[in-house]
């Protein structure tokens, strides 16, 4: 019923610049966090970025300084803008977030289809 559809990938030079773009859509009370997974081919998803619904946000050691996540509340999005990119953020991006389809409800999660982001050196 909640749908989460990603955007924004594409291929791109080492040192380069992308921003992706998640949007929610369905039936949701309230989004309690949202984040970003990416998964480079034989191996396991990683979290990249989550952002609470206070905008606390927690980052990857390997893409702190140079990725930021940011959300609209109002739009139910959240971006990922990804600077100084290098060929080893090469993955598929993964959208998530958890999130109340009514107050008193118990919190569930859905992923997004994913989009690529490929890093040339």
């Known amino acids: 019923q909640v749908q989460l559809v990603e955007s924004g990938g594409g291929l791109v030079q080492a040192g380069g610049s992308l921003r ?26 990683e979290l990249v970025a989550t952002i609470s619904s206070g ?16 959300r609209d509340n109002v739009q139910r999005t959240v971006s990922l803008q990804m600077n100084s990119l290098r060929p080893e953020d090469t993955a598929v991006y993964y959208c998530n977030a958890v999130f109340l389809t009514v107050w008193y409800g ?12 490929t890093v040339s050196s």
């Open 20 to 45: 992706l773009s998640c949007a929610a859509s369905g039936s949701i009370f309230k989004i309690n966090d949202m984040g970003w997974y990416r998964q480079a081919p034989g191996k396991q998803r």
């Open 55 to 70: 905008d606390n946000t927690n980052y990857a050691d390997s893409v702190k300084g140079r990725f930021t996540i940011s």
């Open 106 to 117: 118990t919190p569930r999660s859905a992923w997004g289809q994913g989009t690529q982001v």
